[in-house]
């Protein structure tokens, strides 16, 4: 089994390149968060353009965290293919605490 390709979105970048940039680069990606406030206390994170996420016909499976997974997996597959690679085997994805606004919202 090899890596042949692979993709990142995250408050630092919408792909891999603006991702590598960022990790040298001293600039905060951590902002005020306009997601949560419902809460009633200040909180800090790192926010995604809204035109990173992908778009997809699957409304069912619609949540802001599949979109932003999708769009990374779509990368991946196009930088695996760039590599001369052909359609992946099988996909290996990791996320941390997305959709926990969803959460948030049930519990405050």
Same mark, same amino acid.
């Given at each position: 089994?090899? @890596? $042949? %390709?692979?993709?990142?979105?995250?408050?630092?970048?919408?792909?891999?390149?603006?991702?590598?940039?960022?990790? %040298?680069?001293?600039?905060?990606?951590?902002?005020?968060?306009?997601?949560?406030?419902?809460?009633?206390?200040?909180?800090?994170? %790192?926010? @995604?353009?809204?035109?990173?996420?992908?778009?997809?016909?699957?409304?069912?499976?619609?949540?802001?965290?599949?979109?932003?997974?999708?769009?990374?997996?779509?990368? *991946?597959?196009?930088? *695996?293919?760039?590599?001369?690679?052909?359609?992946?085997?099988?996909?290996?994805?990791? $996320?941390? $605490?997305?959709?926990?606004?969803?959460?948030?919202? @049930?519990?405050?």
């Amino acid at each position: 089994m090899a @890596v $042949t %390709g692979i993709g990142a979105v995250s408050a630092a970048g919408r792909d891999v390149r603006e991702l590598r940039s960022m990790l %040298g680069s001293p600039e905060r990606v951590f902002a005020a968060n306009r997601r949560h406030d419902f809460l009633d206390i200040d909180v800090s994170v %790192g926010e @995604v353009n809204d035109g990173w996420f992908a778009v997809h016909e699957h409304d069912e499976l619609d949540c802001s965290t599949g979109r932003l997974c999708l769009a990374a997996a779509r990368e *991946a597959s196009a930088d *695996a293919r760039e590599r001369g690679g052909g359609d992946p085997d099988g996909l290996a994805l990791g $996320t941390s $605490t997305g959709g926990q606004d969803n959460n948030e919202r @049930v519990v405050f």
